[in-house]
């Protein structure tokens, strides 16, 4: 698993849950976390804050110090 995605689903709540992994004999990965732990709602959340941070870390600000785009990504996805 992607280290930043792993970092984000831990962040949204997500845990290593040994006993619900359903690997058909063969142990987990160790980076294995159980989707069903997961606040997927806020999971998604941190994504696209994510998303808009490298956004901003790309584009300069405009005239008004606005970074362009990202208001109407946190619109309209609904992150504050």
Do not use: S, W
Not at 43 to 62: G, S
């Amino acid at each position: 698993m992607n280290p930043r995605i792993q970092e984000l689903a831990q962040r949204a709540g997500g845990n290593p849950n040994y006993r619900a992994f359903r690997g058909h004999f063969l142990p987990p990965p160790p980076d294995y976390i159980d989707p069903a732990t997961v606040d997927l709602e806020k999971f998604a959340e941190l994504i696209v804050q994510e998303c808009v941070q490298v956004l901003v870390n790309r584009n300069a600000p405009n005239v008004y110090g606005e970074h362009i785009g990202v208001e109407e990504i946190k619109q309209h996805f609904g992150v504050k």
